[in-house]
T-cell receptor
Framework: DSGVTQTPKHLITATGQRVTLRCSPR?????VYWYQQSLDQGLQFLIH???????AKGNILERFSAQQFPDLHSELNLSSLELGDSALYFC?????????????FGPGTRLLVL | AQSVTQLDSHVSVSEGTPVLLRCNYS??????LFWYVQHPNKGLQLLLK??????LVKGINGFEAEFKKSETSFHLTKPSAHMSDAAEYFC????????????FGRGTSLIVHP
């Protein structure tokens, strides 16, 4: 158990809908990262927050947004969902924001868009 | 720009025999390199990381990797495979210049036969 929690574990929704994925980092970790894992694209970095501020943005679509709250939990919002958004979404946390930071991954949220 | 190539999508070994998972990287700056393992239906777990200190890095569960700058490689090895090593392995590169965005390889599936 990494100490990172993600809810929900599974999510089934329809095209065009909007969903929110939640992540609680390990106690004391200030950094939160979001990733998308799919068969087509592999593991893709989406976005990184450190202590409430956005630090880096990867291959995140305009329809997706994220934020980190004062209590350090983070939410990833996916809107106007398409079939291709079906994937496993991971959150990870680390105590620092540097490139050598060890990231601790949550168990993921499996999203299925029908 | 950075990139990472895992040279084998699948590696099959017998229990008790050595494991070699190959990773080549490309980086314009001094890279940090990581190996993560993902067991079925689980999040990723860090095995080891290289951050410009010793070129031979020892990780958990008997794994180690050697950073070879001249060959731009960071291969993962283990002297003797165990059934519990069967999983997906990801090589990751992150570079110090510019914004921090980790790039993941496509993964290598390690199959261990009894």
């Amino acid at each position: 158990d990494s100490g990172v929690t993600q809810t929900p574990k599974h999510l089934i929704t329809a095209t065009g809908q909007r969903v929110t994925l939640r992540c609680s980092p390990r106690s004391g970790d200030l950094s939160v990262y979001w990733y998308q894992q799919s068969l087509d694209q592999g593991l893709q970095f989406l976005i990184h927050y450190y202590n409430g501020e956005e630090r880096a943005k990867g291959n995140i679509l305009e329809r997706f947004s994220a934020q980190q709250f004062p209590d350090l939990h983070s939410e990833l919002n996916l809107s106007s969902l398409e079939l291709g958004d079906s994937a496993l979404y991971f959150c990870a946390s680390s105590s620092t924001s540097g490139i050598a930071a060890t990231q601790y991954f949550g168990p993921g949220t499996r999203l299925l868009v029908l | 720009a950075q990139s990472v190539t895992q040279l084998d999508s699948h590696v099959s070994v017998s229990e008790g025999t050595p494991v070699l998972l190959r990773c080549n990287y490309s980086s314009s700056y001094s890279p940090s390199l990581f190996w993560y393992v993902q067991h079925p239906n689980k999040g990723l777990q860090l095995l080891l990381k290289y951050t410009s200190a010793a070129t031979l890095v020892k990780g958990i569960n008997g794994f180690e990797a050697e950073f070879k700058k001249s060959e731009t490689s960071f291969h993962l090895t283990k002297p003797s495979a165990h059934m519990s090593d069967a999983a997906e392995y990801f090589c990751v590169v992150s570079e110090s210049g510019g914004s921090y965005i980790p790039t993941f390889g496509r993964g290598t599936s390690l199959i261990v036969h009894p």
